[in-house]
């Protein structure tokens, strides 16, 4: 029967499997090579215990829509999701737009699915602690009062924490070197962004304006501390990136079911509401590759697409 599997798991259930069937004449001679997983996977963005409650939950959904066993495979930073999914360890991968980008280049084939509602308008907003002086800048032009500031970026492959915050800044006429310290910081993630800024370590920083709007709603922020100064335009970001594989893997038309399976995601089921509530989204919708041409182009220009 198919299941949810943990990595833990998954590998002592292969070791009894192969001890148990070569000691039993008429047992099952099922290998670990023919049992097939989805492995799904997302770049670390945020904390890993919500991490592990989001995608464990999608992992039941999944298994319940597609009826195949499915297992959730953390990775420890932005490069090494698009380096698993370029070798075949995952198979389907939540990337932000830019680590998407790199991932499709580094695996012909490989097919955009969804995105949230969200994420064909996405923003990032840049916070400033309290003591900085920042005020709220009206016009993308007063962005000029950040030069000399000690800034704080999340991943360095992050789309909302650095790609498009650094593309709009250089729109406005400021480089990476005008910042204090000739550069900005990496915080690694976006709560990690939150941190920095709200203890002083940085006195402004840059970051997914919906992972901003749930820390303040679960009540991480201390707004006598830490404020939005600016939001960006919007841009394209997050989406669900397939290996071009799947369907010789798993039977065709399997690539398909998976994007019904995320695209039927509904907030009037148990599950379906945890799940697209902590992706922060009513639901998923189509997204295609050419839907990131922009994204390619800014990474490009910014030296993160070679």
């Given amino acids: 029967m198919p299941r949810r599997v943990q990595p833990a798991v998954m590998v002592a259930g292969f070791i009894s499997a192969l001890t148990f069937g070569s000691s ?3 047992c099952s001679s099922t290998t670990p090579s023919s049992i097939q997983v989805l492995k799904i996977g997302a770049i670390p963005d945020q ?7 989001l995608y464990e939950a999608l992992s039941d959904e999944l ?8 297992q959730y495979v953390p990775v420890s930073n932005y490069a090494a999701a698009v380096s698993a999914f370029r070798s075949g360890s995952l198979d389907l991968v939540w990337f932000g737009g830019l680590t998407g980008v790199q991932a499709r280049l580094q695996t012909p084939g490989a097919t955009v699915l969804a995105q949230r509602d969200i994420d064909a308008e996405f923003t990032s907003v840049f916070i400033a602690n309290g003591a900085s002086g920042l005020r709220p800048i009206t016009s993308a032009d007063q962005l000029v009062q950040l030069k000399g500031r000690r800034m704080a970026f999340g991943s360095e492959s992050s789309t909302s924490g650095r790609l498009m915050p ?20 990496f915080s690694g993630s976006h709560d990690a962004t939150i941190a920095v800024v709200q203890s002083g370590a940085y006195e402004v920083g840059a970051l997914n304006a919906q992972v901003w709007q749930s820390n303040v709603d679960e009540g991480r922020v201390d707004s006598e501390k830490v404020v939005v100064i600016w ?7 997050y989406h669900w990136l397939a290996r071009p594989d799947l369907d010789a893997r798993f039977g065709e038309g399997f690539t398909g079911r998976v994007q019904n399976a ?15 509530e902590l992706f922060g989204a009513k639901r998923f919708i189509p997204a295609q590759n050419k839907d990131y041409s922009k994204i390619e182009a800014v990474g490009r220009q910014l030296g993160k697409i070679r």
Avoid: C, H, K, W
């Avoid at 298994?63 to 499915?70: G, H, K, P, R």
């Avoid at 939001?231 to 970001?237: I, L, W």
């Avoid at 995320?262 to 697209?276: D, F, I, K």
């Fill in 166 to 185: 650094q593309f709009f800044l250089g729109e406005n006429g400021i480089t990476m070197t005008d910042l204090a310290g000739g550069g900005p910081g």
């Fill in 262 to 276: 995320l695209l039927s995601l509904s907030p009037t089921t148990e599950r379906g509401a945890v799940v697209l």
């Fill in 47 to 53: 904390n890993p215990e919500r991490l592990n409650r």
């Fill in 63 to 70: 298994l319940a829509s597609l009826d195949i066993d499915v």
């Fill in 24 to 26: 039993v004449v008429g």
């Fill in 231 to 237: 939001r960006t335009p919007p841009y394209v970001d």
